[in-house]
């Protein structure tokens, strides 16, 4: 778990600033990715990587019985009450017998690993026969001029990204961003998978929401919260600024796999 630890702290330490902008994007991910199984109700489902249980939800919503894994143990106690059982864990190691579940949900989680094939190959052994496998990960061309503005006037205050961020950013995220090398990784898992980009629009979002976005993301949400209240006002209003008023519709560009096991 030393190697996982940081990681673990940048996110658990983040969970509180989920809710004022990160959650109405995730959320919305989740939902999409879980309408791509069917059927949903009355099966056992795990998630994998539940972060602050966006697919919890989603499973659950659709009539699922969820238990939810996370190496954050903060973030599993992000709104506690409404959430599925939850274990921390690593997604390489999941403490279940296998074939113990009809469906495996992997939202954004196995991008993190720079070996996503074990994260798959995990996934696929807990999973019954007959069952499956849903992963997704971002696209290598996902990008909005939001994180930009965000980081430079975050930078300008003192933020600097942390060894884990740049680690994750450089040797793991990679892997799973485009449709060729996410084939790759399922082969090395050992599974057979569809692999396949999507898009989810997200018109309705102004400026202010999309920088509350970023700013709510763990590599920016403890050095917001370590700023006094008139600081994180200055922040976000010079990243909007910085952003200007001709930006794109925010679209999120992933990766997803689907495995039938």
Request: aromatic share 6%; net charge neutral; proline share 7%.
């Amino acid at each position: 778990m030393n190697e996982t630890t940081p990681v673990s702290d940048g996110y658990s330490n983040s969970a509180d600033a989920w809710r004022r902008g990160p959650a109405r994007i995730y959320d919305r991910l989740a939902i999409a990715l879980v309408e791509r199984i069917e059927p949903v109700r009355g099966k056992t489902a795990l998630d994998v990587g539940a972060g602050t249980g966006a697919a919890s939800a989603a499973l659950m919503l659709a009539g699922a019985r969820v238990v939810a894994v996370d190496v954050a143990p903060g973030m599993l106690e992000y709104e506690r009450s409404k959430r599925p059982p939850c274990v921390v864990a690593d997604a390489v190691a999941l403490p279940f017998r296998d074939g113990a579940f009809e469906i495996v949900v992997a939202a954004f989680s196995l991008n993190h690993l720079t070996q996503p094939a074990l994260g798959l190959r995990e996934a696929a052994r807990v999973t019954r026969r007959g069952g499956i496998v849903v992963a997704s990960a971002y696209a290598a061309d996902d990008d909005h001029p939001a994180k930009q503005a965000a980081h430079s006037v975050a930078a300008e205050l003192g933020w600097r990204p942390a060894t884990w961020w740049r680690r994750l950013r450089e040797d793991a995220m990679p892997k799973l961003a485009t449709v060729e090398r996410a084939v790759r990784e399922t082969l090395a898992a050992g599974i057979s998978a569809t692999v396949e980009p999507r898009q989810v629009r997200f018109p309705e979002l102004d400026a202010p929401s999309l920088i509350e976005w970023r700013l709510g993301m763990a590599d920016l949400a403890p050095f917001v919260a370590s700023l006094e209240p008139a600081a994180r006002v200055e922040l976000l209003s010079r990243a909007v600024e910085q952003m200007g008023s001709d930006y794109p519709m925010l679209v999120r560009r992933m990766i997803v796999i689907t495995a039938a096991v």
